[in-house]
């Protein structure tokens, strides 16, 4: 195709427009950026040299189909995107945990063994340490650092602290285990943001990690080519996350997608985000987990549980059944007010997400109308950690929609 804009255009605008045809993460060919550019097939090749020895582009041979001869055919990238981005992971009743994501995904992980409900001066210094270690052993420092938060995360806020109701239960009431917040340090109470690009020297991105796992399932798994997908996280904690056209829905308070605190008893426990009965004191409330204590002898972990449906254990798959039920009386209403084209299960999930599913179906083509459920479509996620590709592309388009360097181009 014949160069559309003319042979008095610069060699800065032409480089910017081969350079903005990368979209963060995805390698082309010289064929491709020919197609998405609409330039020569001379002046892209021209160009993509000049990038490469300049050091914007990175360059990778790909592999040759079976049987093929002759050079193999080289892919680039954006080398600033060729950079890996540090996944800081805020688990629940779990170390924080530090990683590395390439633009292929994961490359290494490092355990703080410090939990982020610990005080700032205990946590801040494994994290850096975490982050040194991982970045020694390799090539690129990271570029960017995204904060996964189990908790709904509102501009200009951090954590939320437990609401007084939640403190204050009626005398002889337990709390579900589950659900109690710990007194949290103040340093993740408000905004941890600046203060960890201040200890980490990079930009810093702090997202729910629900959202995130349904980010990374719509970009690179089995929501990709949904036009409305709700991804439900369920291994390490009860979310889920809203994609529409690609982008997640984070709500006004940063609550969309909190199914886990969505009142499903009306006299349950009490929970710590000040309401009570929730879904997430239900899921795994302390009842549940000592009847099963009682039938097993000691309390099951979620792999214990895991290896009990595999070998077909009749009480573990009624757990799980009537989980997935419980979740579709929570989702319901949802999946009528959205009309997803696709429902995505926690791809962590092994054996238990085969009556879970069940549970979900049997539920739903109850409570919502025929069509609506007859045609959703309830896929287990393709992604074994959907968090990081997530967390890519968020890092992605942070830097995609930054100011440009250099205004007047």
């Not at 041979?61 to 080398?79: D, F, H, I, K, V």
Request: contains cysteine; proline residues 9%.
């Amino acid at each position: 195709m014949a160069d559309p804009r003319g042979p008095r255009s610069s060699s800065t605008l032409l480089e910017r427009i081969v350079l903005d045809a990368f979209d963060g993460y995805a390698a082309l060919t010289r064929p491709q950026l020919v197609e998405s550019t609409g330039l020569s097939r001379p002046t892209v090749t021209a160009l993509v040299a000049t990038l490469v020895a300049r050091g914007e582009l990175t360059e990778s041979e790909l592999a040759a189909p079976n049987g093929s001869r002759g050079r193999p055919s080289m892919s680039y990238r954006r080398t600033a995107m060729a950079a890996p981005i540090a996944l800081v992971r805020l688990a629940h009743r779990m170390p924080t945990r530090v990683s590395l994501v390439g633009p292929d995904g994961p490359i290494t992980e490092v355990d703080t063994g410090v939990g982020w409900t610990q005080p700032w001066d205990i946590w801040a210094p494994a994290v850096r340490e975490a982050l040194d270690l991982l970045e020694s052993a390799h090539p690129l420092r990271a570029r960017h650092v995204v904060l996964a938060a189990p908790f709904p995360v509102e501009d200009g806020r951090g954590a939320p602290p437990a609401s007084p109701q939640a403190r204050q239960r009626p005398a002889g009431t337990a709390p579900a285990r589950a659900t109690v917040m710990p007194n949290l340090p103040e340093w993740i109470v408000r905004d941890p943001r600046p203060a960890v690009g201040g200890l980490l020297e990079r930009p810093v991105s702090m997202v729910n990690d629900a959202n995130l796992a349904a980010l990374g399932e719509a970009r690179r798994g089995a929501a990709r080519d949904a036009k409305i997908a709700v991804h439900l996280l369920i291994r390490h904690g009860i979310g889920a996350g809203i994609v529409i056209n690609g982008m997640t829905i984070e709500g006004a308070r940063g609550m969309a997608g909190e199914i886990g605190h969505v009142q499903v008893v009306d006299d349950g426990p009490y929970c710590f985000c000040g309401n009570r009965g929730c879904l997430v004191t239900q899921s795994f409330d302390p009842f549940k987990i000592e009847a099963l204590t009682s039938r097993y002898g000691h309390e099951p972990s979620f792999d214990d549980l895991e290896d009990l449906i595999e070998n077909g254990d009749a009480v573990a798959l009624r757990f799980f059944s009537d989980l997935g039920v419980l979740l579709a009386k929570t989702i319901a209403s949802t999946i009528v007010l959205l009309d997803p084209d696709t429902l995505v299960i926690d791809a962590e999930l092994k054996h238990t997400a085969t009556p879970l599913i069940t549970g979900l179906r049997t539920e739903l083509a109850r409570s919502c109308p025929p069509r609506v459920a007859e045609e959703l479509a309830i896929v287990r996620g393709e992604l074994p950690d959907a968090i990081a590709y997530g967390a890519l592309a968020t890092a992605d388009e942070e830097a995609s929609e930054a100011p440009a360097r250099n205004p007047s181009l």
